[in-house]
């Protein structure tokens, strides 16, 4: 009888103790995981600090910019938007969605010395606040923002929300595009309008810039653009949200 209960106790110690070991395994693996997803968010938050650092240097900005995360468009795809516009001097640029990325491109016109952003903005409130801004870093007359509210757009069987197309003033051709917006919520592949819309207006080698391109969504926009704007040469940037460029060779 005691051997018995001896037996027993012995059992039922080494099950709690390989129950302890399981328990205690588990947790190291979950702080290990922990501390990698640490790692990362630290490298590219800093990643992100460097890049908005390299804003303020590279174009002199003296004020504040305001928030570039969330919503906004993040640093490192505004320092895309930046070279481009640095290196290129496009004289048309037109943006879908204003904030951030607004002021980045008016800054580089103003450096440029010539350029102008013509940025499409469906919210009056959003639109307003970065009129504002752009005053506030004396950018006005390098950028307008155009109240665009969103509107039925067709293209082929499908309909979608989109910028009213006539706030644009009869533009020659267009040397740049940035795509940010309308917002993922206001539909289905939201941004897809942007092609029919305004690619046909691209200047020989415009470059469109589409941010977000890690998302579903505008990977399936990236693909129906592929189909339907062969001409275009599409590549892909390093950006934590992802950045598509898409870039027309001479002949539209
Ligand atoms: C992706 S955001 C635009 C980002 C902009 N290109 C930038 O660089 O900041 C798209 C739209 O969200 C709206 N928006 C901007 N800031 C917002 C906020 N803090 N909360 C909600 N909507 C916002 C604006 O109407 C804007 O057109």
Redo the contacts with the bound molecule.
Sequence with gaps: MIVYAASLMYLVSVGLLLDLVHKVRRVQRILVGLYDLTQEESARLFRQMEALQGLYIELGFTKSL?CTR????SPDF?MELARHALAEKPKVVV?C??????LILAKCMQKNGAGKVYSL???PK?AQETRAQLERHGLSEYADVLYAPLNSFTAGQDTWQWYVHDVLPPLAEIDMIAI????KDTGKLARYPAGPALFPRLAPFGAVFL?DSKREDERAILQRWKEEFPQLVETHRDCEKGCAVLRLSAQR
Excluded: F, K, M, N
Aim: proline fraction near 14%; charged fraction near 25%.
């Design positions: 305001p969330g919503w906004a468009a505004l943006e969605s204003s904030g951030a990325s607004t903005e469906h919210d959003y940010d917006g309308p917002p941010d």
